[in-house]
């Protein structure tokens, strides 16, 4: 089990957690979960029991570093010498005075060896642990495709409009494609039919959909960026 | 709006006004009095100094005493100045702030809350940092009077602002780190108690309790203690410069005849950070033994202090006797200080360690509101009618 973050917001679509390491909250796109043990699940004083536990699955819409206390902004630490990484060496009162805090929306869920690709009837418990899934996990979660409507939600309800800051939904679903994309090996049946659910979701609006085809497409190898 | 701001707005700025007139004329009265700094014979100043203080224990001005040249102090004069050492390529420093709810004579219970913020930081090879606070609810009657058995002597204005200064020291004792890298603890503001100057000798050792044990603790662990003032408005050192312009009677000017009188009268109207800005940065100057009358129920922890120029001001550093009298633990303290100023994010700088402490420190006002709330619901629920004075209950509703 690896406890990437704890939950720090919660809500019925997603939440709001704190990332256990500075400035590396988990990748856009990727599938985090919360696991739940016992049915009722959100008192914290029940401990298991009450039926099988539940996995909540979630998909990171946006990872934010800034200062703990909302009334203290960052500032320029930087000078010719120490810069960078160095400025954490340089201020180690940086790590407790700086967070990392990431959102994530709620795809689905595992409960006794079954996947459900809607929201949860209930909203995972504050505080609970946020954690990265086995591989396993990953690929039987998106073996099949209706989650993507979930992460494609916010566009088709408010369109490409988002507010300052945010992850634009489409940017997000594209993210989570490459991500499983990826973390399924290079699964190129995979993506072929995440793509052809995503046309489907987006027939409407060819504009949005070729946004979308182009940033899942595979990087092909085209030389270094910084020129021959 | 009951501020008027119009007559307010004109009066800003005549007296902005008035500072641009007097400046020319001070700088060339800075230039001659850091001339006579210079110039001033060590000895014949602390025998002057001394030979006033005797005459007059209660003398009204705060003077900076020179302390034994013989201990190797003053080889380049009064004005003479060191270089900050470098840094130790690991060491710890501590700062700590406090802040209070003090006692509410509207409240129905008597209580008082301290909390002291600390920022314990690591540097070197495996940076650290150890943000925290500790905080007392103070409500028995051994914390609530300085003579608990006959009640009396209670804690509040000066006693209390007294300890609450005292408890920043007194925790040190849990913070402290029991190991062997170079450590420095930094208290945020002087560690001079002067305000309790005026109390009974009882009451003075009474209050005076916790911070000279906390610096004795520091004492025994080797570990240097620095009071760090920011933006100073001390003058013990311009003071002393005008008892050694005055012919006379010190603070007696009427009917003053010196050629010096009015370079005197200049002087009184700086600071020692005016005097002392021509340090470069990183500089600090010579050591000064303070001369507050509470200082004699220090003992052998006598207060003495230098300035330092920390890169955009001149800062004022307290220090026990013991750090005064130990050339390594003073190099230390001064190397750490003008570090942590150039790790400062702001402008001017100000050591992050007092700043983490402080943030530590605050209390918020809906904190205070809720222990307020815990208080009443403690004493409702054992059925203790909470009753609040009336003008108190006037302010909370503020009825129109």
Known sequence: ???????????????????????????????????????????????????????????????????????????????DEVFDGAIYQHNPELERTLRTEFGAALVGFGRSGRVHQHLP???????FSVQEPTSDEVVRFTERLQYLRL?????????????????????????????????????????????????????????????VLYAIEPAESVGTLEGS | MPLKLGPISSQVRRMAQALADQSPLQEAYLHQARQRLRNADVDQLRAKLERHLLRQPRFPWLVAKPLDAGLGFYQQGLAG???????????????????????????????????????????????????????????????????????????????????????????????????????VVLRDGPLTLWTLQNEKDNVQRALLR?????????????IPLGGYVSFTGSRDVTNSLRVWLCEGQPN????????????CQALAALRDRDLFAYLEEGERSELFAGSSQILKAYGDQWVDFFYANVGG??????????????????????????????????????????????????ITMSERGLVDKMVEQALGQLGYPVIRSAKDDSKRRRGV
Not at chain 1, 17 to 23: D, G, H, K, Y
Not at chain 2, 255 to 263: F, K, N, Q, R, W
């Open chain 2, 252 to 263: 007696q000017c009427e009917g003053c005849t010196s050629p010096d009188h009015d370079l």
């Open chain 1, 1 to 79: 089990m690896t406890r990437i973050g704890e939950i720090i917001e919660t809500m019925s679509t997603g939440f709001v957690a704190e990332s256990f390491e500075l400035n590396h909250p988990p990748a856009l796109g990727s599938l985090v979960v919360v696991r739940l043990p016992g049915a009722g699940l959100v008192s914290s004083t029940r401990q298991g029991g009450e039926g099988a536990g539940i996995d909540l699955y979630a998909v990171v819409t946006y990872g934010q570093t800034a200062g703990i206390d909302p009334s203290r902004r960052a500032v320029r630490r930087s000078t």
């Open chain 1, 151 to 211: 992460l494609a939600t916010p566009y088709l309800a408010s369109g490409p409009v988002s507010s300052a800051g945010q992850v634009p939904p489409l940017q997000v679903l594209s993210a989570n494609v490459r991500w499983v994309y990826e973390a399924r090996g290079g699964d190129r049946v995979w993506l072929d039919g995440a793509a052809r659910e995503i046309a489907m979701l987006l027939k409407s609006d060819y504009e949005a959909l070729l946004t």
């Open chain 2, 210 to 222: 916790d911070l000279l044990e906390g610096m004795s603790f520091l004492r025994e662990r080797g």
């Open chain 2, 313 to 362: 001001e001149v800062a004022r550093v307290e220090v026990p006797r013991w750090v005064s009298l130990n050339a390594e633990q003073l190099g230390l303290l001064h190397a750490v200080i003008h570090d942590q100023c150039q790790r400062s994010p702001g402008f001017p700088p100000y050591p992050p360690a007092l700043l983490e402490a402080h943030e530590q420190a605050v």
């Open chain 2, 81 to 183: 100045t060191s270089k900050a050492p470098p840094a130790p390529a690991e060491f710890t420093v501590i700062g700590t702030d406090g802040s209070s709810i003090p006692p509410d004579r509207h409240s129905p219970v008597r209580y008082f809350v301290l909390n002291v913020g600390y920022a314990l930081l690591t540097y070197g090879p495996q940076p650290n940092a150890l943000l925290d606070t500790q905080s007392r609810l103070c409500f028995e009657d051994k914390d609530l009077y300085v003579f608990p058995e006959r009640r009396d002597g209670a804690i509040e204005g000066v006693l209390f602002a007294a300890q609450m200064e005292a408890e920043s020291l007194r925790v040190l004792r849990e913070v402290v780190p029991d190991n062997s890298r170079p450590t």
């Open chain 1, 121 to 127: 009837s209930q909203l995972p418990p504050l505080h």
